[in-house]
T-cell receptor, first 112, second 112 residues
Framework: DAGVIQSPRHEVTEMGQEVTLRCKPI?????LFWYRQTMMRGLELLIY????????DSGMPEDRFSAKMPNASFSTLKIQPSEPRDSAVYFC??????????FGPGTRLTVL | SQQGEEDPQALSIQEGENATMNCSYK?????LQWYRQNSGRGLVHLIL?????REKHSGRLRVTLDTSKKSSSLLITASRAADTASYFC????????????FGTGTRLQVTL
């Protein structure tokens, strides 16, 4: 298995632009997580899905952030419009329920 | 906050020495997990200990769990320069199907 796949690996955009991050979880996993990591705030859970259904989105900072999981093998995290304070590394992870989570390599987002 | 807290925040040791990191949490858990993160990379799962277990070993790693004190420790024996990384504990709280709550991490530096 290739592990959790994220794209793009790096994204540089200008304030106000729409950003879409993509994630392919490990086949057979039924939970998918989106995290954000910064030096100031550490690792934050943004949202997670069980069986493609959003369970807890309390970590989504504001309405500019949205996430979807149309099927078991794909999820997106969208920021519209993006702001400089959104600059961070965004990780996607998957697991089988509460077992170990497998993290993707992350997307480093820079909003100018 | 239910967030686990690691102690110390940073640890510097010489190769060959043992490294001990501690994690405390606030409410009852189903399991507790330890992860490692190398700079610029995603988190990698190290070991999972369930609430009914007290100690677990994996290679040079030893994890203990004291549910009465709501604390866990990670011991890395005979450390190597390659162990240099940040280490996070993560807790699966009772009643949450798959959501892990990550601590703030311990930065371990192993020097030659």
């Amino acid at each position: 298995d290739a592990g959790v796949i994220q794209s793009p690996r790096h994204e540089v955009t200008e304030m106000g632009q729409e950003v879409t991050l993509r994630c392919k979880p490990i086949s057979g996993h039924n939970s998918l997580f989106w995290y954000r990591q910064t030096m100031m705030r550490g690792l934050e859970l943004l949202i997670y899905f069980n069986n493609n259904v959003p369970i807890d989105d309390s970590g989504m900072p504001e309405d500019r952030f949205s996430a979807k999981m149309p099927n078991a093998s794909f999820s997106t995290l969208k920021i519209q419009p993006s702001e400089p304070r959104d600059s961070a590394v965004y990780f996607c992870a998957s697991s089988f329920f509460g077992d170990e989570q497998f993290f993707g390599p992350g997307t480093r987002l820079t909003v100018l | 906050s239910q967030q686990g807290e690691e102690d110390p925040q940073a640890l510097s040791i010489q190769e060959g020495e043992n490294a001990t990191m501690n994690c405390s949490y606030k409410t009852s858990i189903n399991n507790l997990q330890w992860y490692r993160q190398n700079s610029g990379r995603g988190l990698v799962h190290l070991i999972l200990i369930r609430s009914n277990e007290r100690e677990k070993h994996s290679g040079r790693l030893r994890v203990t769990l004291d549910t009465s004190k709501k604390s866990s420790s990670l011991l890395i024996t005979a450390s190597r320069a390659a162990d240099t990384a940040s280490y996070f504990c993560a807790t699966l709280f009772t009643g949450t199907a798959s959501k892990l709550t990550f601590g703030t991490g311990t930065r371990l530096q192993v020097t030659l």
